[in-house]
């Protein structure tokens, strides 16, 4: 099967709320990662660490801490984003390798959501992350029982030509 053409991941990746019980396969998890790997970062400072958390009962306390991410409960895995304060750019950083990640599953077939309201500290705690380190995010991952949907503003509600609110694009 051939890759899928990056157009075609950035328009049909969609966060996936639900997933089905099988396993991810570990070369599907170790292209993903590798994905990770090879993000761009300020000062290529790569300021980041990864938690693939498999245990299930993390992974029901995760989602315990996540109130619009009780999904996580059924993922067969979830990927804790850990950045390094330490960077004035971490947070950029770390985004840009988790677009990369979600981007990266789709391809191959999988579904992630980004969880943005969590209990960090608490998170921090179960995870064993050192207070000093930043928890960006838990990113679920498996194979989608949904579909997904979302949509997005039309180009020209948000492109100008040269200077703010000038259409770029008529009619
Ligand atoms: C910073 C950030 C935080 C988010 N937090 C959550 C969340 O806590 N729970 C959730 O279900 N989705 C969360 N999302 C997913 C968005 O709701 C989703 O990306 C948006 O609705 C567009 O849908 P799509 O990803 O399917 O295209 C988050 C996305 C971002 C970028």
Redesign the pocket.
Known sequence: MRDMDVFEAIKG?????SFAPRPVEEEKLHKILEACRWAPSAVNRQPWELIVVKDRDLLRKLAEL????R?IAEAPLAIAVVTNPSSRWHIIDG?LLTQNL?LAAHALGLGT??????DRERAKEILGIPKDKHLL?VIPVGYPAEA?????KPLKDFVYLNRYGAPYFKG
């Open positions: 990746r969609r966060s996936i709320r996540a109130p619009y991410g999904f985004s979600m959501c980004w969880i943005g309201t969590m995010t997904g949907s979302s949509w997005r």
